[in-house]
């Protein structure tokens, strides 16, 4: 009588595959190469992508109209219009051209009034600054973050990439995968089946499964129930590919081979699984290669490749499980939407205090980079005038429930270290991230309230006392707060390189065009304590009201002189080849519910703030001091 398989025990499914992977993890290293960034859908960054050009490249008209001189304006009303000649006045542009000195606004073609003279227009209201205006870098700025590492290339990522001038990208390789049917009794779909002939299917769904993981399938002919054939046909597979996936063999057949061939070329570290169907599964280590043996029946090689294939083959290629969902979630902010169209809103995602929240990004048509930072869409139907902030809205997500639940929100002021940090996270603690949206300090503070994110990163001086954060935080929260600290600033002015200018301080900028940071910013704020304490009105500032949400986009306005001289961090400054002027030091640290400290999350977070190689990178960027970094501060109520 021939031997049967017999199963010792069945394996608990989370605990085979944890067995499994903890032993490829001890012989596996990736593999990487450098591809055209056209031909990178679907693959895995190995390191973080960093823009090369700003988008757009230029100042560029955001409308169909005529370019002007917006002082020329100054006036215009219905009871007192104003005529403007062409060439004297305004010139013809179209959405995209070039807009350079001395206009400095667009006025929309249908707000022009034909009054039936030759090269000549109509206008009743002034046009502000800056309308209608693309700045240079409003969507990408040179040395922005573009793609972190271990990304998942998307379409629109890539048409990124290409805008920010990135032509190749280096990527995990694709792992390849070899595929064996197994059994005397099975025949090709091309073949006339026979009484006793099964029709073999299984490995054709495998390649498709493959394929759509971004491995590269290798499915080979059917080998017979002979135990030498199929130990010859895996040992020279476990020669040339990644992996190898027998199917059929698995059970407790007579003429099921492929677990006695396994142990024979190598280790067999589970066999039968705890599941329903699919339980005579095989994982095995062949020649430092993964084997895995699924069982013959269709829904069992399903079921059995979706728990121990995919885990595997995401390994290889850094990416976590990827699913589609839909959620409910909280938005975070009204969204007001016109009653002719279904619109789709990106979003940011987090779980913060056992609720799912939805932060709205960019709405804007040329706003690429809202796509790529999206975790998912609010679809906004037809006829609806849009949602109220704190109603609960459908989010369709890009991402699992599972890294939304395992990431960091973080709402408030903007620097570069929130980037670094945002990188390093899924690399020293994996399936772990933060997502950040950068709204300023006070509106930071303002979601914490909100309890729409975990943390705040914020740098608010009291002018009474000269102290940064603790007083703004005890002002606003009754329940008990904490202050991570995190980073000294060096805040200042940043000017063109060799400063032409000769910029030397606040009291210099009257005669130059300025570019400032948005209301609520902890920037602003400090701009305008130093205002105040010189006695300077913000009137006396040409350029006040010209608002940039980061410091990156500050320097990219300087850089392109589209600004002389705009307020912000020494790091931005330096990222654009910029000279910078200190006005002082500050200090950058993150507000969070004292609640929200144990949460592994946080203790992730505080890891990689904590850690030297994080300091490391700090110290490239420049314009840091570390003294305290790291340290938490129990803020409670004054009694």
Known sequence: MEKRNLYLKTTPVDEAIAIYLKAIKEIWSPIYETIPVTASLNRVTRHAIFAKYCSPLFNASAMDGIAVNSEKTIGANEATPIDLELGVD???????????????????AEDLIDIGVENKVRIVSAASSWQHIRSIGEDIVVGEMLLPSNHKIRPIDISVLLSAGILEVEVIKCSEVAIFPTGTEIIEPTEEPKEGDIIESNSRMFENMITLLGGIPHRFPTIEDDYDKIKEKIKEATEKYDMVIVNAGSSAGTEDYTVHVLRELGQVLIHGVAIKPGKPVILAIVNNKPVIGLPGYPVSAYIGFENFVIPVINMFSGQAKDKTNEVEAVITKRLVSSLKHKEYVRVKVGSVGGKIVAAPLARGAGAAMSLVRADGF??????????????????????SLQEIENTVVVIGSHDLILDVIGDMMPNTHPNTFVSSTH??????LMALMRKEAHMAPIHLLDEKTGEYNINYIKRMFKDPMALIKGVGRIQGLIVKKGNPLHIQGIDDLKNHRFVNRQRGAGTRLLFDYKLME??????????????ASTHMAV???????????????????KAMDLDFIPIGEEEYDFAIPQTYLDLPIIQSFLDVLKSEKFKERLQELGGY???????????????
């Open 90 to 108: 305004f010139k013809v542009v179209d959405t995209g051209d070039p807009i350079n000195p001395p206009y400095d606004a667009v006025i929309m």
């Open 625 to 639: 001091s570390l003294n305290r970094i790291g340290e938490i501060q129990l803020l409670r109520e004054e009694v």
């Open 555 to 573: 320097a990219a306005l300087v850089g392109s002189n589209s600004a002389d001289v705009g307020m912000g961090i020494q790091s931005a400054a």
């Open 378 to 399: 609010c679809v906004i139907d037809q006829n609806s005038e849009g949602v109220e902030a704190g109603e609960k809205v459908k989010i369709e997500l890009y991402r």
């Open 534 to 547: 010189m006695g300077i009105s913000p009137d006396e500032i040409k350029g006040y009201d010209r608002e």
């Open 439 to 444: 709204v300023g300090s006070m509106g930071g």
